[in-house]
């Protein structure tokens, strides 16, 4: 009697057969259009890079009073900031605090992009809670706070004794952020602001942007403002726009 082999053959193989050629299939597939679409990547991560070199300086100036600033400047006592009236853009808005720079959602939208932000010495609850940057602030006790905590200790080591002046706060963190946004109040008069800003020129050109805001209400850059600006409320739409988030 002659007996036939049986032999049973499971979907299973089957199964693994199917599933391994669709993997590779897809595996060509995926590599065929990423081929196909990094040029199209290579742009956008071009006009990211464009866009993320962008640096805003913020100096808000209490104490600045426009009249005698003007009257210093026609007498050549200002030279610097007649420069940066004269080669840039100089306007009197309505007075503002500085406070009134930016809202909630101004900050947001920077977290949002990651823009590199750091706001140094500016009065009141500033910026709004969920604010993701560095912020240094004084306590009622006059000591240096920050966010992160260890801001305000690392500022200390860069500057040592030097710590407790603003301008020397300002300057140290200005040489250490090559992007993003530097906000800082500082109380200064027509001269000594005068002084700041022949130190800040050399920061400003292709990439950096310089607003200069008083609390009596004018504003001063090293870039033509745009119509928009018709008060300090407007710098912050108006710095949006320089990251390309208008």
Request: aromatic share 12%; net charge positive; hydrophobic share 45%.
């Amino acid at each position: 009697m002659i007996h036939f082999p049986f032999a049973y053959v499971g979907p299973g193989a089957g199964f693994a057969f199917l599933g391994s050629f669709f993997s590779i299939l897809l595996s060509l597939l995926a590599g065929i259009a990423s081929l196909l679409l990094w040029p199209f990547r290579a742009i956008v991560r071009l006009l990211r890079g464009s866009r993320t070199r962008a640096r805003v300086i913020l100096l808000g100036v209490e104490g600045f009073a426009p009249d005698r600033a003007e009257q210093l400047m026609a007498e050549g006592k200002l030279p610097h900031l007649a420069k940066l009236r004269t080669e840039g853009s100089y306007r009197k808005l309505r007075a503002a605090t500085p406070g009134g720079w930016a809202t909630p959602g101004f900050w947001k939208i920077l977290d949002q992009h990651a823009v590199d932000s750091t706001v140094l010495l500016v009065p009141g609850n500033f910026p709004a809670a969920g604010f993701r940057g560095r912020r240094l602030w004084r306590s009622d006790a006059g000591e240096l706070a920050s966010q992160p905590h260890y801001y305000a200790k690392y500022l200390v080591r860069l500057l040592g004794a030097s710590s407790g002046s603003t301008e020397a706060l300002f300057f140290s963190a200005l040489d250490h952020q090559k992007r993003g946004l530097l906000a800082c109040t500082i109380r200064s008069v027509e001269e000594e602001l005068d002084r700041m800003a022949g130190r800040l020129f050399p920061y400003t050109g292709k990439y950096t942007t310089l607003f200069v805001c008083s609390d009596q209400g004018t504003i001063l850059s090293n870039r033509e403002l745009d119509a928009n600006v018709q008060a300090i409320e407007d710098v912050a739409p108006a710095i949006l726009r320089i990251f390309g988030f208008a």
